[in-house]
């Protein structure tokens, strides 16, 4: 112990006769962290910049993925590896349909509401919600339109429910599967592209239709003008999430790609909801046959009508 003792002082008198001829000197002590500059990066960062990458995630998103991906283990072939797609609670997903409803400019929809946990139950029941919202309301403006005419007779057409949940559920999957892969591609020839997982591209597309929801509930007024403007209102905050979420993502792409894969994806999303509202609510209306009513000498008349 008076070894230690003395190694100690000595130690010490070393120290203070260095501290001495450099009073400048930096000390550090054992007991302090040594802080790690973040954000070392090989180019200098853009004006805000810095906040696109960690709303895309680069950051401690890669954790995220990498415990999402710890918790998904089980094999693709068992019902435990699709349980996980829909372990979501009600809060998560009125959190998420209230983002989608209300885009926050220069947020990140992924980032804040998707990647912690990215879900099949919102995308897929507020798919099959406006599928059926389509069908019966296009039912019901087709019979307000005709209601009156002595030659309307009411039939209901169930072709449409499989008509709409064919062209919605088409959409909510291929498209982001061809987003996808043309990410990943792009991925691989640019470094600073960004490629979103599959299953958070579908939550993306999912949610952004649940405004057509009450949308298509108001294309039951009539009214040809107020249809457009629903749909141009409903189009402009659904397409706001999609663009706020994928150019981010392919900013750093050649100039003339970026802006066509945005463009694209705001014109299909435009043709999905202007398709539905011109098939279903703004069909052409068809001359029905006049009615036959029998002569009371035995012979029929046909009335002609206007």
Aim: charged content about 15%.
């Amino acid at each position: 112990v008076a070894s230690l003792v003395m190694y100690l002082f000595a130690e010490f008198d070393d120290a203070a006769n260095l501290l001495a001829a450099n009073p400048d000197a930096t000390t550090i002590s054992i007991d302090e962290p040594v802080e790690i500059p973040k954000n070392q990066h090989g180019r200098l960062q853009e004006p805000g910049r810095e906040e696109d990458d960690e709303l895309l995630g680069t950051n401690d998103s890669d954790k995220t993925e990498l415990l999402a991906g710890q918790k998904k283990s089980a094999p693709f072939w068992t019902f435990e590896y699709y349980q996980t797609f829909f372990d979501v609670d009600t809060y998560q997903v009125l959190d998420r349909i209230k983002g989608s409803v209300f885009p926050v400019p220069g947020k990140n929809f992924v980032r804040l509401y998707i990647r912690s946990n990215p879900d099949l139950y919102g995308p897929f029941w507020i798919c099959a919600t406006l599928v059926f919202t389509i069908a019966v309301s296009g039912n019901l403006s087709n019979f307000f339109i005709h209601l009156g005419k002595p030659t309307y007779h009411y039939v209901p057409e169930f072709r449409k429910v499989s008509i709409a949940a064919t062209t919605i559920y088409a959409y909510a999957w291929l498209v982001p599967l061809a987003l996808w892969g043309f990410l990943m591609w792009r991925n691989s020839k640019v470094m600073n592209i960004v490629s979103y997982s599959f299953l958070e591209i579908v939550c993306v597309y999912g949610y952004s239709l649940f405004i057509y929801i009450p949308t298509a509930i108001l294309w039951i007024i009539p009214q040809k003008v107020v249809r457009w403007v629903l749909v141009m209102f409903s189009l402009c905050l659904s397409g706001s999430v999609l663009v706020m979420t994928f150019w981010p993502a392919v900013r750093d792409d050649n100039r003339r790609i970026a802006l066509a894969t945005v463009g694209t994806v705001v014109l299909l999303h435009a043709l999905l909801a202007v398709g539905c509202l011109a098939y279903f609510f703004d069909a052409p209306e068809l001359d029905f046959p006049a009615p036959i009513i029998p002569a009371h000498n035995g012979t029929t008349v046909i009335t002609k009508s206007q």
